[in-house]
């Protein structure tokens, strides 16, 4: 679900984001309970034009373990496990942030912001047995979770997710592949929900994320974090509707071809910022403890470790 902030620390990270002129600048950062993670913000649609695709491939932790120090148990068995999800979407960071406010980006009427994201989520139960489910969702509508016949996944697998919309955000595509085995499974043409006598639940491309976050069960009531050790995105990218692509720092991506020497490199300090696009990375704060630190780097494709600490 998207991030809910404070008067005050709206008015921080509006003055944060309006002083970062560069992806080379230290981006806002965002201290919330659920998300870890960076995201792009348009702020300013006379600058940029609205995002319709992100995409990345996750790379699964080898392990998942029981954390040394959970923040809360977990329900007796056969509900014992601690989950975390990492996905890719569209328009998650909308509503009260406030770099979404700075855009002054409305919808057109009858509509209002969904949600439209795909990716894994990850268990492990109190006895080490652990669980990989791709899913895809539509907010407000619930996740469609794929079944292992669908499409398989295991600890170390590379999981490439693709998120599109079309139509100014009325209707999307989701691909999801297992790198490894080659089995994809893909949904297109995903009408925007509409709820009954209310809005339809457009994507208008104000954000794009690739974010790790603390996932619900069906009754919405969060689950404890795992140990997932280092949850990677790799080749990470959001592209606009005037074909202008962007990695997770800011920077504007070069095409592969188009790099020089025709390589995939890190261009350091050398990153040209995106004009009209804001990075603000999330980090999981709990009661003042810290679970997560953030790293996002830029290439041909931008790659972000999102590492659990534990509240070290």
């Not at 002129?21 to 300013?44: D, E, H, K």
């Not at 392990?63 to 999800?85: F, G, I, N, W």
């Not at 057109?108 to 492990?124: C, I, N, P, R």
């Not at 689950?223 to 962007?246: E, K, N, Q």
Request: glycine residues 10%; charged residues 15%; contains cysteine.
């Amino acid at each position: 679900m998207p991030p809910t902030l404070s008067v005050a620390v709206l008015a921080a990270a509006a003055a944060a984001a309006a002083a970062a002129a560069s992806a080379t600048a230290p981006p806002p950062i965002f201290n919330g309970s659920y998300w870890a993670g960076p995201t792009l913000v348009r702020t300013s649609a006379a600058h940029a034009a609205p995002f319709t695709s992100v995409s990345a491939t996750i790379v699964l932790p080898s392990q998942l373990r029981v954390p040394e120090h959970p923040a809360s148990p977990v329900p007796p068995p056969p509900d014992d496990r601690y989950t975390v999800s990492a996905w890719v979407g569209l328009d998650g960071w909308t509503g009260d942030d406030p770099v979404a406010a700075v855009a002054n980006v409305s919808s057109a009427a009858g509509t209002a912001s969904g949600l439209w994201q795909a990716g894994v989520e990850m268990s492990v139960y109190a006895n080490g047995t652990t669980e990989f489910v791709p899913w895809y969702e539509w907010v407000p509508l619930d996740p469609v979770r794929l079944p292992a016949s669908t499409l398989s996944l295991a600890a170390g697998d590379e999981l490439r997710v693709l998120v599109q919309s079309s139509s100014d955000g009325r209707f999307g595509n989701a691909t999801l592949t297992n790198v490894r085995t080659g089995q994809s499974y893909s949904q297109l043409d995903v009408p925007a929900p509409q709820t009954w006598r209310g809005p339809t639940w457009i994507v208008d491309g104000r954000s794009a994320e690739w974010i790790v976050e603390n996932a619900t069960d069906a009754a919405y009531v969060h689950y404890v974090f795992p140990d997932w050790g280092v949850v990677r995105f790799r080749d990470a990218v959001a592209c606009a509707a005037d074909g202008r692509c962007v990695g997770p720092d800011g920077g504007v991506v070069v095409p592969f071809a188009e790099e020089e020497g025709g390589e995939d490199e890190d261009k350091g300090n050398d990153v040209t910022a995106a004009e009209g696009v804001q990075v603000v990375i999330t980090q999981v704060v709990v009661d003042g403890v810290r679970y997560t630190e953030t790293d996002v780097r830029h290439g041909g494709g931008g790659e972000v470790c999102v590492k659990y600490i534990g509240g070290n």
